[in-house]
């Protein structure tokens, strides 16, 4: 695209200008050695009163203080109090490599970003002549092994629900061979009805999250709460292991309960009344209270959706980029044959799917919206890819993961009435509290110590740092847990 003299000029005033802010911004910032929390408790009467003048524009009843992200660094986040956190949940799991990472930052103030920012393309009428080029710079240098294709979306319940509309659109083709659509699906889709609109489902795990749009709600299972009031499709739901830990104390009942899950995915898919076009699974239930099942059961699962010719959809949107110890977590299945399709989104800072080709619809249009994803993401995440790899930042998350794993069990063992089931891969970790109140106790309690954390399920707390967590942050965090778990036990079990 030739750019004009006029616009050449306003690019590279804006360009120069974002740089030296970005510049300015990185030369400030530090990242801190240790918390500082200056109010009595986090959120303090900053944070409060914005959150007032908020509720009168949006529902704030979700949202625990208000950030700063100017002055938000690396793995520390700073509120509108000046209060400075060590972020162990870093924006619900989805800030992959710092806050104001410089390698993100000069990704931002690119000029390739102020075009892409000023022309937003519908992506699949007009796509900027960029745009392959810059999928294989991002998405496809780490695309799962066997899945050829990356179907850009705008957030994880989209990738899905996407995912899903290529799933069922795949079955109808194969059960529809060659012969085009008859007369009466043509009629019959426009009233939502047979055989247009047909009778076919997606089957999910219970206690599975896959988002809140209407078709992704329907694959929801971990709380009522999120799907109560809204119409649902007839899908079926089958049974995930609930595990015992620890692991090696009870190999032979988790063994026996992940035979059990298999067996009875096996009898859904052979005896469901309406036919399960695919089957979407998490590789460790996130929302649903950090629940994993062994690479074995995820083997089953893939051989018996094979067996009964059913797509199997791997939900990556938490666990992938790296979190887990490899870039996306269902590599450590080792699979026979992949999956059909894994769907990503959080730590990659832009969501979609990679598919194989067979998942294409043979009509134009069909799968499809307006923008289909969206330059400037794509951008980022060419950014985040380049600096995981550069940095060897999945290795480190093994080595700090291993690091924190291992002072956490004795942790456990001693303050057992706080702390159980410690569990995890990488630095996805997790362990459960003894009631919901507890865990809101805690969480509260090490904010106002200076470490924000989130928790997952009921009971259950989980760690969703950045792949940039080291040791020390590690160091940083344990002290302030022994301080609250000792604060919890006075109070509690004096
Ligand atoms: C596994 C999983 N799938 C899908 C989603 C939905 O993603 P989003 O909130 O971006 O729509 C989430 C969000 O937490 C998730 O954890």
Known sequence: MALTRLTRTTLSIATRQLRQLSTRTMA??????????????????????????????????AALFVGDYTKSVGNYIVDADGNTLLDMY????????????????AAASDPHMAVALANRPALGVFPANDWARLLEDSFVKVRPAGLDMVFTTAHGSDANELAFKAAVMHYAR???????????????VMDNKTPGSPEVAILSFSLGFHGRTFGALSATR????????????????????QLRYPLDKYEAENAAEEKQCLEELDQILRSNPMPIAAAIIEPIQSEGGDRHASAEFFRGVRRITKEHDVLL???????????????????QWELPTPPDMVTFSKKMQAAGFFHTREMVPEQPGRNFNTWLGDIPRALIAKAIVAEVAEHGLVKQVNETGAYMLKHLKPLAVRYHRVVTNVRGQGTFLAFDCPTSEIRAELLQLMRNEGVNMGGSGEETVRFRPMLTLTKAHVNVFLTRFQSVLNKLYQKHWP
């Open 90 to 105: 870093c924006q619900i799991a989805s800030i992959p490599v710092g806050y104001n990472n410089p390698r993100i930052l």
């Open 174 to 188: 194969k059960k529809r061979g060659v012969r085009g659509f008859t007369e009466e699906e043509l009629v019959s």
């Open 28 to 61: 400030q910032l530090v990242e801190p050695t240790e918390p500082t929390v200056v109010t009595d408790s986090v959120p303090g009467p900053a944070s409060k009163s914005a959150l007032r003048k908020l509720a009168k524009l949006q529902d704030t009843r």
């Open 313 to 331: 959809i791997v939900d990556e949107v938490q666990t992938g980029c790296g979190a887990t110890g490899t870039f996306w977590a269902h590599e």
């Open 222 to 241: 971990s709380k009522a709460l999120h799907k109560l009031d809204i119409p649902a499709f007839k899908w079926p739901r089958a049974p995930f292991p």
